[in-house]
C-alpha cells in the first residue's frame, strides 16, 4: 500500500470513528436515566424494612376497571361518568393493599394521583387521600409532546426523605414509558429508589395479591 492509500484509508477510519461516537453520545442523551433491575433487588422482611426507613417511591398501577366502559367521550377529569372507572372488586383490592400498608407499617407522606376518577379513587381508597397532579397523568407520549413525561422522570428520580415514602397512583402507559418493559398489571406496584442526576432504579414489584410476601424471609 502506498503512503498516500494509507493515509487516506487512516482519515477514513478516523471520519468513522468521529461519527460512531456522535451517534452513541446522541442515543445516551436521549436514553430514559433509569435503571432496571433484571431481577429484584429487595424481597420479603428485607424490602419491608426498607421501606419502613423510608425514601422510596411507591408506584401503583389503579386497581381492576370496567374495561366495557372507557375514556373515549370525557370532557373533563371531573366527570366519572365518561372514564373508566374502577369495579367493586377494583376497590375491595385497593382497600385490601390499603389494610396491608397499614399493617406492614410502611410510612408515606404525600399520595400523588393522576387526575383521572379510577386512580384518584385507587390512591384514596389505600391511603385516605390522594392529590391530583398532571405529573403522574395517564396517556401515551406523542411527537407533540415527548416531555410528557418528564416531571414524571423527576419525581421518580428525586430523592425522599423524612423516614418517609412518596406514593404515586397512575396508570400503565406512563411507568412503561419511563421505565420500560412490561406493564403493570392493574393494582400492581412497583418499588423505585431515587437516584438524583442518575436517574431511578427500581428494587421490587408486588402484585395487588402479594403483599404477605413482605412477612417472608
Keep these: 500500500m502506498t503512503p498516500m492509500r494509507r493515509a487516506f484509508v487512516r482519515a477514513a477510519l478516523a471520519c468513522i470513528a468521529i461519527a460512531f461516537a456522535a451517534a452513541f453520545d446522541g442515543a445516551a442523551a436521549q436514553a430514559p436515566a433509569t435503571v432496571a433491575a433484571q431481577s429484584p433487588l429487595l424481597s420479603g422482611i428485607a424490602l419491608r424494612d426498607a421501606l419502613r426507613r423510608g425514601g422510596f ?3 401503583f398501577r389503579h386497581t381492576s376497571t370496567d374495561f366495557g366502559q372507557n375514556d373515549d367521550g370525557m370532557t373533563s377529569f371531573d366527570d366519572c361518568t365518561k ?7 377494583g376497590r375491595a383490592e385497593a382497600r385490601a393493599i390499603g389494610a396491608a400498608v397499614a ?4 410510612p408515606v ?22 392529590t391530583p397532579s398532571m405529573d403522574v397523568r395517564g396517556g401515551p407520549a406523542t ?3 415527548p416531555d410528557r413525561y418528564t416531571g414524571l422522570r423527576k419525581l421518580l428520580s428525586t430523592p425522599v426523605g423524612g423516614g418517609t415514602n412518596l406514593a404515586i397512583s397512575s ?8 421505565a420500560g418493559p412490561p406493564y403493570l398489571a ?11 442526576p442518575s436517574g431511578f432504579r427500581i428494587v421490587a414489584k408486588i402484585t395487588r395479591d402479594g403483599w404477605d410476601a413482605l412477612d417472608k424471609p
Design 109 to 130: 407522606g404525600e399520595v400523588l394521583a393522576s387526575p383521572y376518577c379510577r386512580t384518584l379513587e385507587t390512591g384514596r381508597l389505600i391511603f385516605g387521600r390522594a
Design 83 to 89: 372514564q373508566r372507572n374502577l369495579t367493586d372488586k
Design 186 to 196: 392493574e393494582g400492581e406496584v412497583a418499588f423505585i429508589e431515587p437516584l438524583g
Design 57 to 59: 417511591v411507591l408506584y
Design 171 to 178: 396508570h400503565g402507559n406512563p411507568f412503561y414509558a419511563v
Design 143 to 145: 411527537p407533540a409532546a
Design 103 to 106: 399493617r406492614l407499617k410502611i
